[in-house]
């Protein structure tokens, strides 16, 4: 009877050996399972992190060129509103000079009609 305990008991280890080794190879099988899924997902991810990695460094450098661009408009501007104030000035100072000028002939004239009144005179005298 001790022997057929014995066998039956050597039988229940060596049927939960293999249970057991049945249950570790499918655990592992589904673990490595998981990993490939997970590695894939990660090898997903990191595409997509790839790709949005160059969108921004593209919009880096269409944002860089505007700016440039910005900074280039906006030295235009500033030398065009510095030439605008140039002219501006050599407006004024042009129509000072018309105003001089057009002074200059009224004090001319009120000479001339001096002058001519001044002849007029001389002449009904010579005669």
Same mark, same amino acid.
């Given at each position: 009877?001790?022997?057929?305990?014995?066998?039956?008991?050597?039988?229940?280890?060596?049927c939960?050996?293999?249970?057991?080794?049945?249950?570790? =190879?499918? $655990?592992?099988?589904?673990?490595?399972?998981? &990993?490939?899924?997970?590695?894939? #997902? *990660? !090898?997903?991810?990191?595409?997509?992190?790839?790709?949005?990695?160059?969108?921004v460094?593209?919009?880096?450098?269409?944002?860089?060129?505007?700016?440039?661009?910005?900074?280039?408009?906006?030295?235009?501007?500033?030398?065009? =509103?510095? $030439?605008?104030?140039?002219?501006?000035?050599? &407006?004024?100072?042009?129509?000072? #000079? *018309? !105003?001089?000028?057009?002074?200059?002939?009224?004090?001319?004239?009120?000479?001339?009609?001096?002058l001519?009144?001044?002849?007029?005179?001389?002449?009904?005298?010579?005669?």
């Amino acid at each position: 009877m001790k022997s057929r305990i014995l066998i039956l008991l050597t039988f229940l280890i060596g049927c939960t050996a293999t249970l057991s080794a049945q249950t570790y =190879d499918e $655990k592992r099988k589904e673990i490595l399972s998981k &990993q490939n899924n997970t590695r894939a #997902e *990660i !090898n997903v991810l990191d595409a997509r992190i790839k790709s949005y990695q160059k969108r921004v460094a593209e919009a880096e450098a269409k944002f860089n060129q505007s700016y440039k661009q910005y900074e280039s408009l906006n030295g235009l501007i500033a030398l065009q =509103d510095d $030439k605008i104030e140039s002219l501006t000035k050599e &407006q004024q100072q042009i129509q000072e #000079e *018309i !105003n001089l000028t057009e002074q200059e002939i009224g004090i001319r004239q009120e000479e001339l009609k001096v002058l001519i009144e001044n002849y007029k005179k001389i002449l009904l005298f010579a005669y």
